[in-house]
């Protein structure tokens, strides 16, 4: 197979499964209010900024239609509660997990990259707590209240070097490179076949709806003292049935909604064994090590409603593995560039599009039609 063909094959799967983020056009000098660029990115983070000036080329960003990298496809925003359980295991009842408690919870369900819902993709479920009380993570955040937690359908992410992470996002998106640099790129990668295994099984799901799935956070987070993977999993069931068009999923969705709600169990892996487990090696799955550990805490119950494809909740509401509690910090370097990464393209994704507040982990609250360039 030639370099051009394993290249059509693959770049619908691969084109931004190495970045989880939100993405719009960006310069450094265009940031939020109270955005430090110095303190976002280090010396240490010159990926970052390498990650953040690629995705910003390759970025669509007209204003008003300027969307995420990844993700942009959704097949519905529900609203469901998130209910602690009061059975936690005393060692993890650390943060959000402290006590029996229930929130409000926005999710996500989306594709990472295909446009047609029956191409193989990895998918993702974005949850966004609110009402959660304590110190979050964030500068100029810090007394906001919402928790999320991104997962996507593989256990695995591709790689936790940031070289190589870094190496993957430039050499599959970036619009300037040349044709030379191009089959540079992929005759390196043919030299890697394990890396280009674990990309294509990574992005290899064929659900036939987003409920039906288990989904996972790849990286690893803290539950206070705890390097934990969070977990979901469906704990009702629904009849499986072939998808009927490039949008099956989102009809799937809504007909899985239809008439009765729908639950998923939350829990965590915690790691046992660090050698085993490494926090520093995404590629590795906790759940398959000897005298692995999985706690389930909390339920996630998605009531029957109607879902709108068009209600800009879906495209406006933004999500960050660092919107959180200081108990769950992410752990590991791949968490790490996430970090600048996620902030500064979101804000200006929201610019772009006239979301205010720009810069918040909260639900946004207007959009003002000022689109900033």
Same mark, same amino acid.
């Given at each position: 197979?030639? *370099?051009?063909?394993?290249?059509?094959?693959?770049?619908?799967?691969?084109?931004?499964?190495?970045?989880?983020?939100? @993405?719009?056009?960006?310069?450094?000098?265009?940031?939020?209010?109270?955005?430090?660029?110095?303190?976002?990115?280090?010396?240490?983070?010159?990926?970052?900024?390498?990650?953040?000036?690629?995705?910003?080329?390759? %970025?669509?960003?007209?204003?008003?239609?300027?969307?995420? /990298? #990844?993700?942009?496809?959704?097949?519905?925003?529900?609203?469901?509660?998130?209910?602690?359980?009061?059975?936690?295991?005393?060692?993890? @009842?650390?943060? *959000?997990?402290?006590?029996?408690?229930?929130?409000?919870?926005?999710? @996500?369900?989306?594709?990472?990259?295909?446009?047609?819902?029956?191409?193989?993709?990895?998918?993702?479920?974005?949850?966004?707590?609110?009402?959660?009380?304590?110190?979050?993570?964030?500068?100029?955040?810090?007394?906001?209240?919402?928790?999320?937690?991104?997962?996507?359908?593989?256990?695995?992410?591709?790689?936790?070097?940031?070289?190589?992470?870094?190496?993957?996002?430039?050499?599959?998106?970036?619009?300037?490179?040349?044709?030379?640099?191009?089959?540079?790129?992929?005759?390196?990668?043919? *030299?890697?076949?394990?890396?280009?295994?674990?990309?294509?099984?990574?992005?290899?799901?064929?659900?036939?709806?987003?409920?039906?799935?288990? +989904? +996972?956070?790849?990286?690893? +987070?803290?539950?206070?003292?705890?390097?934990?993977?969070?977990?979901?999993?469906?704990?009702?069931?629904?009849?499986?049935?072939?998808?009927?068009?490039?949008?099956?999923?989102?009809?799937?969705? #809504?007909?899985?909604?239809?008439?009765?709600?729908?639950?998923?169990?939350?829990?965590?892996?915690?790691?046992?064994?660090?050698? /085993? #487990?490494?926090?520093?090696?995404?590629?590795?799955?906790?759940?398959?090590?000897?005298?692995?550990?999985?706690?389930?805490? %909390?339920?996630?119950?998605?009531?029957?409603?109607?879902?709108?494809?068009?209600?800009?909740? %879906?495209?406006?509401?933004? +999500?960050?593995?660092?919107?959180?509690?200081?108990?769950?910090?992410?752990?590991?370097?791949?968490? #790490?560039?996430?970090?600048?990464?996620?902030?500064?393209?979101?804000?200006?994704?929201?610019?772009?599009?006239?979301?205010?507040?720009?810069?918040?982990?909260?639900?946004?609250?207007? @959009?003002?039609?000022?689109?900033?360039?």
């Amino acid at each position: 197979m030639g *370099l051009k063909s394993l290249s059509n094959r693959l770049w619908p799967r691969t084109y931004t499964i190495f970045i989880s983020i939100d @993405r719009g056009a960006f310069a450094p000098s265009d940031r939020a209010a109270g955005s430090n660029w110095g303190d976002v990115l280090s010396a240490e983070d010159s990926q970052a900024a390498e990650i953040i000036r690629v995705n910003a080329a390759a %970025a669509p960003s007209l204003p008003g239609k300027a969307r995420r /990298a #990844q993700h942009a496809k959704h097949h519905g925003c529900v609203t469901a509660t998130f209910e602690v359980r009061a059975d936690v295991p005393a060692d993890l @009842r650390q943060g *959000l997990f402290a006590e029996p408690q229930r929130y409000t919870a926005h999710i @996500r369900f989306s594709n990472s990259r295909q446009k047609d819902d029956r191409q193989a993709d990895t998918h993702g479920m974005a949850i966004k707590l609110t009402g959660v009380p304590g110190e979050k993570l964030l500068p100029g955040e810090e007394h906001e209240t919402a928790q999320d937690f991104l997962l996507v359908d593989s256990e695995v992410f591709i790689t936790g070097d940031g070289a190589t992470y870094t190496w993957l996002n430039k050499g599959l998106i970036d619009p300037g490179q040349s044709v030379l640099q191009r089959i540079g790129f992929w005759a390196s990668m043919m *030299l890697q076949p394990s890396l280009l295994l674990r990309i294509m099984r990574v992005a290899g799901g064929r659900p036939t709806s987003p409920l039906t799935q288990s +989904y +996972y956070s790849t990286t690893p +987070y803290s539950c206070g003292a705890m390097p934990v993977k969070w977990v979901v999993r469906p704990a009702s069931n629904r009849d499986a049935k072939p998808l009927s068009g490039p949008d099956g999923l989102a009809e799937a969705l #809504q007909r899985d909604l239809a008439g009765a709600p729908f639950q998923f169990d939350f829990g965590v892996d915690v790691q046992v064994d660090p050698a /085993a #487990q490494p926090i520093e090696d995404p590629t590795v799955a906790w759940s398959q090590a000897k005298g692995a550990r999985r706690a389930w805490l %909390a339920t996630i119950t998605i009531p029957p409603q109607t879902l709108d494809r068009q209600a800009p909740l %879906a495209e406006n509401i933004s +999500y960050s593995p660092w919107h959180g509690l200081i108990a769950h910090t992410p752990l590991g370097a791949i968490n #790490q560039l996430r970090k600048p990464v996620y902030r500064e393209l979101a804000i200006r994704r929201h610019k772009l599009n006239g979301v205010s507040p720009a810069d918040t982990s909260e639900l946004p609250s207007s @959009r003002t039609g000022e689109f900033q360039l």
